[in-house]
């Protein structure tokens, strides 16, 4: 997105014949390996467009610059215009300020079809973001094949029930919810996704936000504290007591998942999750305890930890490397561990200090399960607001750390869309867009201080250009007027 404000107002235009569907066309492509790797120059002249990218992935993006000086039609899935188009003739040098820019989609809360993942990695592209993390598993839903333990997909991936809403009214949907992605599907969803340079990052919850493995396997839960068999897979939303054992058996079980998972997704970062893990019936479990003192641990978030840094370590022996939630930091972080920060900026700032990787992405300016405007019209009026002009002033990197070596572990930024209200593709569209153009658009460019930015003129290039595009892409966004009535 970004990129188009650097048009040079040029007195030349290129009679363009290249066609308007996405990916085809007359351009001159080629790498110069002295570019960062997702660098590229593209050049509109009297010879034609040609873009140079410092490897295959900064072609990409320049593909993705092109596309937009070519107008709304060149994000159609076919060309339709019959007309040569003319292009100003341009000079672009650019490059993303952020390595990892990221949007996770909640696959779990709410299932969405293999289709609209595939059509979410078209838009992330367009975009130039480049991580798609797939949150696979919750509460309410197991969603990836696993092989070796099928109860968690026959039984983990299907709901009886679904509560509407949050807070009050309670409002239940009584239709079954439910479905999960193959391991050849995702090995699809992997391919397409690397085809468009975007890494798709794989979580697996735990030892939180587990009652649908646990309804599968009751094993899996602290059945000396409850009847675990009796467990279903959660109808409800909010944070769930029932958390996996620290036993053996569930760090082999887990092994077991994640070597599944590791064989189907090629990236280097694995997501475990570590996020809101309740630990009351560690509390109360012998078990839990004898473990806590076996290990010679202080207590249960210490426990939690120990649980974090065994799949940590497990990771690293076979080349990958964990990342999770900022609730990881409690009790002491696995080394070499990635932190994904959510709750404001503190877990961020203390990682980064520590020599850790963050990724930031605060709820409080980042959820894009919240709502975008004030008002009883919006559809889903989950959590704070915030509308695109607070997204557009997000800054993930915080005024503390700000020209000290510490920056520089700040390797990204990520917009996340929880799903529990999210319940189809229309609606992750009008949660997720506009406001991902403007974090698109800071996770890539340089942009001034969030006071400097100007929000005027982003909005302007919205209004003049970018919303066609969305028309075009078939993105059905918030309207800049307000839900539609
Ligand atoms: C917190 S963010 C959660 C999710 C919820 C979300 C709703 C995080 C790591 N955990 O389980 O869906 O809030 O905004």
Redesign the pocket.
Known sequence: MATEVNLIPAPRRLEWTGGSGPFNGNVRTGVDPSLAPEAYRLTVSADGAEIVGGAEAGVFWGRQTLRQILGPDAFRRAPIAREPVTVPYVTIDDAPRFAWRGFML?VA?HFLPKDDVLRCVDLLAAHKLNVLHL?LT?DQGWRVEIERHPRLTEIGAWRRRTRRGWGEPLLWDERPHGGFYTQDDLREIVAYAAERHVTILPEI?LPG?SQAAIAAYPELGNADVIDTAALEVMTD?G?NPNVLAPTDTVLRFYEGVLEEVLAIFPGRFVHI????CRKDQWRKSPTAQARIRELGLKDEDELQSWMIRHFGRWLAARGRRLIG???ILEGGLAEGAAV?C??WYRGGIAAAEAGHSVVM?P?QEV?L??AQAHGAEEPVP??WVHTLEDVYRFEPVPPRLTGTPHAANIIGAQA?L???VAEDRGRVDYQAFPRLVAFAEVAWSDLPHPDERDFADFERRMNVAHYARLDALGVGYRPPTGPHP
């Open positions: 909640d809360r949150h919750d919850d936000h939303w944070i999750g570590g996020d809101e939630w900022d609730e994904m959510w709750r992405c709820q959820y399960d919240h989950v959590g996340n929880w799903t529990e």
